[in-house]
């Protein structure tokens, strides 16, 4: 059913230019970097641009354009930029940004005008200003400038630990859960078995499904950014000469830059996607195959652990050497994880060891109340 009177809808439209442009407006007059004030200078032009777009809209059905001013949300964050600067609102200014990037999409008028290519290039380019930032008044930030912390990484290492934590500790539960039973020895091999493989094979499917989405989301990105490429290839030159001008370079500079790139294609969009996107178009977030199947071998290098002694003994014994070497293997997991948080190596190991005990030995509990009541 056709709207019957868009008035309202523009002039909201109307609103939220308003809004950004003065915002964008008082960034500019208070950013000391001559460079980004200018950015900042050039992104109100546009959004006044826009406002103007919507009150032409509004005249064109006969009403007339409201005169607005920004509103309190703006004007509270104008009122933070002067008093603290920008870098102290542009994280929610990007955030705010990113909500609103795809509003104009299933807007016709919008859409005819160009609208939406306008709002995306924007959303990136404060991206790329706020991730250029600093956090004014964060913790990561002071705790850089004081040097007493070290920063969290080695994120393969960390995946590779937490992987295979997940299969010794559930896997440890589950064989002394059906210890706890009183199950025979080559039936607790075999549960412990089926474990592993459904622990890993659920593993490896969910990391499959999630590199497989995160592939699919960067084509459709690069693809959008390859038809906005192809029909306004000025505007994205645009773009780009403000990102590498958010990045530091003089604004001469970055607008020869941003010509020389956009004048070939195919060297323009691999461009934009690495530069706007940040996107490597070679990679798209890696093999969702090599992600299952290290997820899948992590997995049941834990799980692996408590189920190898039932291989070879029986009984009480079994119960022993299976949690002396879970044991020793939460030991070196925790121990592991000091790597990348910091803490000591002692109290991760052990910590790591008591919260794997204490899970195995409210499944040992649990089994063995469901074994006599099932034996009688």
């Known amino acids: 059913m056709a709207e019957e009177d868009p008035q309202r809808r523009y002039a909201a439209n109307l609103q939220g230019e308003v809004d ?13 970097d001559p460079q980004l004030a200018q950015v900042y200078a ?5 959004e006044d641009a826009h406002a103007e777009f919507w009150r032409r809209k509004i005249g064109a059905i006969g009403r007339r ?32 940004e990113q909500m609103d990037s795809g509003a104009y999409d299933t807007q016709p008028e919008a859409v005819a005008g160009g609208l939406p290519a306008a709002e995306r290039s924007h959303a990136r380019i404060i991206e790329a200003l706020a991730a250029r930032s600093p956090r004014a008044f964060s913790g990561p930030t002071i705790a850089q400038l004081e040097g007493r912390h070290r920063r969290f990484g080695g994120n393969a290492l960390r995946a590779a630990v ?14 002394m859960g059906v210890a706890g039973a009183d199950l025979a020895a080559h039936a607790i091999l075999v549960t412990g078995l089926a474990g592993l493989l459904a622990g890993a094979c659920s593993m490896a499917l969910g990391e499959w499904l999630s590199v497989s989405t995160t592939r699919e989301a960067y084509q459709r ?24 001008q958010a990045k530091g370079l003089p604004g001469d500079q970055a607008q020869a830059l941003a010509q020389r790139l956009i004048a070939n294609k195919q060297t323009a969009l691999d461009t ?42 029986a009984g009480p014994a079994a119960v022993i050497v299976s949690l002396a ?4 293997a939460l030991f070196l997991i925790g121990a592991a994880t000091s790597l990348f948080t910091g803490s000591g190596v002692w109290f991760s190991g052990v910590r790591q060891q008591l919260i794997g005990f204490a899970a195995a030995g409210v499944t040992f509990g649990v089994g063995k109340i469901i074994g006599v009541a099932v034996t009688g």
């Open 272 to 313: 934009l996607v690495r530069e706007e996107l940040g996107i490597d178009p070679e990679e798209l977030g890696g093999s969702p195959w090599a992600a299952a199947g290290t997820s899948f071998g992590l997995f049941a290098l834990g799980a692996i652990v408590p189920v190898a002694p039932y291989f070879a003994l």
């Open 65 to 96: 354009a409201p005169k607005l001013r920004p509103s309190f949300r703006t004007r509270a964050l104008e009122w933070l930029a002067r008093r603290f600067g920008p870098a102290f609102v542009l994280p929610t200014i990007n955030t705010l």
């Open 20 to 32: 950004s442009a003065a915002l964008y407006r008082t960034l500019s007059k208070t950013e000391k």
């Open 162 to 175: 937490l992987g295979a934590n997940d299969g010794l500790c559930s896997n440890l539960s589950l064989v």
């Open 325 to 328: 070497a879970s044991g020793a």
């Open 42 to 46: 050039r992104l109100g032009a546009v």
């Open 221 to 244: 990105q690069i693809k959008t950014e390859a038809d906005e490429l192809e029909q306004v290839p000025e505007e994205e030159a645009e773009e780009l000469a403000l990102i590498y």
